[in-house]
């Protein structure tokens, strides 16, 4: 059983940065393309950004969505069993709960309505405002 904590949340002016992190247990977090996903209020829980599994033919691809391509970053520390999620120019439209989640197959179409996500963590709430 994997077991995942996101931490690095918080309020943050529009134009700033934040850095999330999520902490694996349990289990190798290199096992698992690992995917951050948001939620905001009345808004679907979307795709946000994920990494391809260590030892895949993928290995090292990255995939963004639409929203936050040039701005958000993904990276694993293998070493630490951890991922993170480097955030840029943030905007008051980022605001959410973002979680972090591990899926046994390939980051893909990034899709929570389809199923995306074996394992999820808590979440840890994300507040872009002046």
């Known amino acids: 059983q994997l077991l995942l904590v996101e931490s690095g949340g918080g309020l943050v002016e529009p134009g700033g940065s934040l850095r999330l992190s999520c902490t694996g247990s349990g289990s190798t977090l290199d096992e698992y393309a690992m995917g951050w996903f948001r939620q905001s209020p009345g808004k679907q829980r979307e795709g946000v950004a994920c990494i391809s599994k260590t030892g895949s033919s993928t290995f090292g691809i990255t995939k963004y969505g639409d929203s936050v391509r040039g701005r958000f970053a993904i990276s694993r520390d293998s070493s630490k069993n951890m991922v993170f999620l480097q955030m840029t120019d943030l905007k008051p439209d980022d605001t959410g709960v973002y979680y972090c989640?591990?899926?046994?197959?390939?980051?893909?179409?990034?899709?929570?309505?389809?199923?995306?996500?074996?394992?999820w963590g808590q979440g840890t709430q994300v507040t872009v405002s002046s």
């Open positions: 989640a591990a899926d046994i197959g390939y980051c893909g179409a990034l899709s929570y309505t389809a199923g995306w996500g074996t394992y």
